[in-house]
C-alpha cells in the first residue's frame, strides 16, 4: 500500500510536461481504428470538461500518467465533480477504444 | 484487492485535483496592458497552413462578410458585455485603414453580417430598442426588416445567415441564463432598463410552478420568481404562458423585403453562429448554461446543431439533448435542478458535436475548397470562457479555432496560440489570438478569416471589454 502511494506521488510529480496535443501544436498524429473509435467517443463524453485533453472546466488529462486500469474505475464510479458512466452510457467495447485513445494522446505529447 | 482499489482512488484523486478546492483560471482573468501586441508567429496552425494580421485598432469586432468584388467588410458591435456602449459600424476593409460604409443606432451588439443581393445584412442586437435585421446598402443607408425583437436581455439577436431558398434567416438568444429573471441579469445591467423583460415561449408552455428566491435587487428583502415571467412574480402549477413569434431562445427567417418573421425551431438558448452546410441544412452553434443566477446549472457544453424545421431543441430543461434533471448538470454543492415545463413541446435531437463548457462557440463556416483542405468540415471560432462570471473553469477554454467533422462530431484544433498552455495571449503570453469571435472563408473558399474580438477581462464584477483591440486575421494554406 505504501510503495504505490509513494509512486501515486512520484507519478504526480512527473505529470508536469504540457497537456496539448492539437496538430497545430505538436503536429499530425496518426491514430488506429480503434484509437479514432475513442477519440469519437472522447469527443462525444469527455471533451466538454477535458476539453481537447487538456482541462478546461475540469482537470487536464493529456499530461496524468494513470493506468488503464483507474481510468477505467474513475470513469465508472466517477470522482469528486466528475460524473460516473455507465455501461449503457459507454459499453465496455467503447471505453476499451477510448482509453486506447487517451493512452495514445498521450503518448504523442513526448 | 482491497488496498489496490484504495490506491487507485487515492492516485485518481491525487492527479486529477480537486475541482471544489481549486481556483479558477478563466482566461479572462489576466491583466492588459494597451495597446495589444500582434505577432503572427504567435499562433499555432497545422503544418502547410499561415496566418497573417488583415486589420487591427477594431472596437468589438463581430463578424465578417464579403460583396460582390470580395472585399471583406467588418462590423464592428456598438456594445459589449460591461455595458460598454459605443458605435455599431459597418466597414469596408480595404487597405491599411478601414473605410466606413455605415454605423448604427445606440442599439448594439451587431452581431454578424452577411451579403447577398447586393447588400449587407446585419443582425442588431437590441439592448435598448429591441433586436433589428438591417438591410445596408452599398452607400450605406440602412433599412429594417424587422423590429422590436425581444433582445433586450443576456443574449442578443444573431446572425443572419442567407438560406438557400433566399430568405434571411436570424436567431434571438434567451433574455437569461435558464428562464428565470435574477440578480445576474441585474449584474449583467439590462434588469434596470426594463424590470419588467422576460423570456417568451414560442409555443404554449404549461409550468410546473417552481418559483425561485433571490435577493429583491429592484427594491427591499427578497423577491420570488417564476420561469417565462418579470422579475418579482411568481408562477403556479399549471399555469399556461402563451407563446408568440417572434421569440426567445429561437431560429426565425424573414423575407429580403421584410414581413412577419417566421418561426423555424425553438428551445435554443443562445444560438448565436449559423451557417448552412453543403447538405443545404442550417447548422447553429449554441451557448450552453452558466453556473449563475437563481437557477444555475453546471457542466452543459457547448453544442453544434443541425436545425430540423418546427423542431424544439430542449432549452430551459435539457441540455445537449439531454434532461437538465441529471445529475451531471447539478452545481457542486446544489441540489438537482428539475423541469419548469410541466409538458415538453418534444424529444430534442442529438448534437452534431459537443464542444468546450463555457467555450462560447459562436461564428463558423464550412470548407468548400481542395486547396485549403478539409471540405465539408465546420470551422468553428470559440470565444473563450467569460469565468468565473459564467461559472468556474480550471483552465482556459475556447480561445482558438476548431474544426469539426459534421458526419461524426470529432473535434480539432485548428488555431490557437502557441505555448505549454492554451488561452488568450493576454493569459498564456504571445501577441496572438485573443477571443476569436467568427470565421468565415472567403468568396474562393481559399482564405478563412477570422474576427477577433480583441480583449475581454473578467472578474467577479464582470467583463471589462477593451476598446481598439480587435483585430482580423486571414489563414491561407501554402
Known amino acids: 500500500m505504501r510503495k504505490v502511494l509513494l509512486a501515486a506521488m512520484a507519478l504526480a510529480l512527473l505529470g508536469c510536461q504540457s497537456a496539448r496535443r492539437g496538430e497545430p501544436v505538436i503536429g499530425p498524429v496518426t491514430f488506429s481504428e480503434k484509437e479514432s473509435r475513442g477519440q469519437v467517443l472522447f469527443d462525444r463524453h469527455c471533451h466538454k470538461c477535458h476539453t481537447h485533453g487538456e482541462g478546461g472546466l475540469a482537470p487536464s488529462i493529456n499530461?496524468?500518467?494513470?493506468?488503464?486500469?483507474?481510468?477505467?474505475?474513475?470513469?465508472?464510479?466517477g470522482m469528486g465533480a466528475m460524473p460516473s458512466f455507465s455501461r449503457e452510457q459507454i459499453s465496455e467495447e467503447?471505453?476499451?477504444?477510448?482509453?486506447e485513445y487517451l493512452v495514445a494522446l498521450r503518448r504523442a505529447g513526448r | 484487492m482491497r488496498a489496490r482499489v484504495v490506491s487507485a482512488l487515492v492516485l485518481a484523486a491525487t492527479l486529477a485535483g480537486c475541482y471544489i478546492l481549486r481556483p479558477s483560471s478563466g482566461g479572462g482573468q489576466?491583466?492588459?496592458t494597451p495597446p495589444r501586441k500582434l505577432n503572427a508567429a504567435d499562433v499555432a496552425l497545422p503544418p502547410g497552413y499561415r496566418i497573417e494580421v488583415v486589420a487591427s485598432g477594431l472596437t468589438f469586432p463581430t463578424g465578417v462578410a464579403f460583396d460582390a468584388q470580395g472585399r471583406p467588410h467588418v462590423v464592428e458591435a456598438g456594445y459589449s458585455y460591461g455595458e460598454v456602449f459605443t458605435t455599431p459600424r459597418l466597414l469596408r476593409i480595404d487597405g491599411s485603414t478601414p473605410v466606413e460604409v455605415a454605423r448604427g443606432e445606440k442599439n448594439g451588439p451587431w452581431t454578424g453580417v452577411a451579403y447577398a443581393n447586393g447588400a449587407f445584412y446585419v443582425a442588431e442586437g437590441g439592448q435598448l430598442q429591441g433586436g433589428r435585421i438591417l438591410r445596408i446598402a452599398p452607400d450605406g443607408r440602412i433599412t429594417a426588416l424587422v423590429e422590436k425583437l425581444p433582445s433586450h436581455g443576456d443574449h442578443h439577436t444573431n446572425g443572419p445567415a442567407i438560406g438557400p431558398d433566399g430568405q434571411i434567416y436570424f436567431t434571438v438568444g434567451v433574455?437569461?441564463?435558464?428562464?428565470?429573471?435574477?440578480?445576474?441579469?441585474f449584474q449583467f445591467?439590462?434588469?434596470?432598463?426594463f424590470p419588467q423583460f422576460h423570456d417568451i415561449p414560442c409555443r404554449d408552455i404549461e409550468l410546473n410552478g417552481h418559483n425561485f428566491e433571490s435577493r429583491n435587487v429592484l427594491g427591499d428583502g427578497r423577491a420570488n420568481t417564476g420561469a417565462f415571467v418579470p422579475f418579482g412574480t411568481q408562477t403556479r402549477a399549471g399555469q399556461v404562458i402563451k407563446g408568440q413569434v417572434p421569440c426567445s431562445g429561437a431560429v426565425h427567417r424573414v423575407s429580403p423585403d421584410g414581413g412577419q418573421p417566421q418561426l423555424v425551431a425553438w428551445g435554443l438558448r443562445n444560438p448565436f453562429g449559423m451557417a448552412f452546410g453543403p447538405d443545404g441544412a442550417l447548422y447553429v452553434t449554441e451557448n450552453g448554461y452558466d453556473d449563475r443566477g437563481s437557477r444555475p446549472v453546471w457542466g452543459t457544453p457547448d453544442v453544434l446543431w443541425r436545425i430540423t424545421p418546427g423542431a424544439w431543441y430542449?432549452?430551459?430543461?435539457?441540455?445537449?439533448?439531454?434532461?437538465?434533471?441529471?445529475?451531471?448538470?447539478?452545481?457542486?454543492g446544489k441540489s438537482r435542478l428539475q423541469t419548469l415545463l410541466a409538458k415538453h413541446p418534444g424529444q430534442p435531437p442529438k448534437p452534431v458535436a459537443v464542444l468546450g463548457v463555457h467555450a462560447s462557440a459562436n461564428g463558423f463556416d464550412f470548407s468548400r475548397s481542395?486547396?485549403?483542405?478539409?471540405?465539408?468540415?465546420?470551422?468553428?471560432?470559440?470565444?473563450?470562457?467569460?469565468?468565473?462570471t459564467t461559472g468556474k473553469v480550471l483552465h482556459p477554454v475556447g480561445f482558438r479555432v476548431v474544426r469539426v467533422d459534421v458526419t461524426n462530431g470529432r473535434i480539432e484544433e485548428f488555431a490557437a496560440n502557441k505555448g505549454d498552455k492554451a488561452g488568450p495571449a493576454t493569459k498564456v503570453g504571445g501577441a496572438g489570438l485573443e477571443r476569436p469571435v467568427a470565421a468565415r472563408f472567403d468568396p474562393s473558399g481559399n482564405a478563412l478569416y477570422v474576427v477577433d474580438f480583441g480583449v475581454l477581462l473578467q472578474d467577479k464584477q464582470g467583463a471589462k471589454p477593451q476598446a481598439g483591440t480587435g483585430v482580423l486575421w486571414r489563414i491561407t494554406r501554402g
Open chain 1, 94 to 99: 467503447e471505453l476499451d477504444a477510448l482509453l
Open chain 2, 30 to 32: 489576466t491583466d492588459f
Open chain 2, 314 to 332: 430542449g432549452w430551459p430543461d435539457y441540455a445537449e439533448g439531454q434532461p437538465i434533471t441529471n445529475s451531471d448538470y447539478r452545481p457542486p
Open chain 2, 370 to 388: 481542395a486547396a485549403f483542405g478539409h471540405v465539408g468540415q465546420a470551422f468553428i471560432a470559440e470565444f473563450g470562457d467569460e469565468a468565473p
Open chain 1, 63 to 77: 499530461d496524468k500518467p494513470l493506468p488503464k486500469f483507474m481510468m477505467r474505475l474513475q470513469t465508472r464510479v
Open chain 2, 189 to 193: 445591467g439590462w434588469l434596470k432598463r
Open chain 2, 175 to 185: 433574455a437569461t441564463n435558464s428562464g428565470v429573471v435574477g440578480e445576474d441579469n
